[in-house]
């Protein structure tokens, strides 16, 4: 796609494309603008396939939502190590060792198992998204959430 086709199409779409940004990101101009600016580098980056585009509106509005919820997901995704509570206060202190617990609980785990119970526990992700992620059916997801809680309770139980 030359440049001028490009200005055309894809930049007369922006006043669209970020009102759609600024009502996911709940009114944040700054997140709303640098994903709408991350698209136009994407779509600048590969305009030599935009041509087989059919609805170019579509596109880029499918496109910035899926950039959309991969931040919001990455934002909203916290490891274990970042939740961990290191205030010197007692109760701050309990937190932090019952984390480490349960760092180590986890470690545990088989690796599959381990990786289940992350995405589902930690990260959020349901069991559709984890199933598809990991290449296995949605019964095999439940039976290893099952499994890494049980294995989780027997490890963590006579500890506490």
């Known amino acids: ?4 086709r490009f200005v055309i199409e894809v930049a007369g779409l922006r006043p ?7 009502s996911m990101y709940d009114g944040d ?3 709303a603008e640098d994903a709408v600016s991350e698209l136009f580098l994407r779509l600048w980056q590969s305009r030599d396939k935009l041509d087989e585009v059919r609805s170019m509106a579509a ?4 496109l910035l939502h899926h950039l959309i919820i991969d931040d919001l997901r990455a934002s909203r995704t916290q490891t274990l190590d970042e939740r961990q509570v ?3 206060s007692t109760e701050g202190l309990e937190r932090y060792e019952l ?12 690796e599959l198992r381990r990786r289940v119970y992350e995405l ?6 349901p069991n559709e998204e984890i ?14 959430l099952s499994r890494a809680r049980r294995q989780l309770r027997e490890y963590l139980l006579p500890l506490i």
């Open 86 to 88: 290191t205030t010197a």
């Open 1 to 4: 796609m030359e440049q001028k």
């Open 59 to 62: 596109y880029c509005h499918t």
């Open 99 to 110: 984390s480490e617990l349960l760092r180590q609980a986890i470690s545990t785990l088989p």
């Open 131 to 144: 199933a598809e992620l990991l290449n296995i059916r949605v019964d095999a997801v439940h039976n290893h």
């Open 29 to 31: 101009k700054e997140r």
């Open 120 to 125: 589902h526990e930690l990260q959020g992700y």
């Open 16 to 22: 669209d494309l970020q009102r759609k940004a600024l």
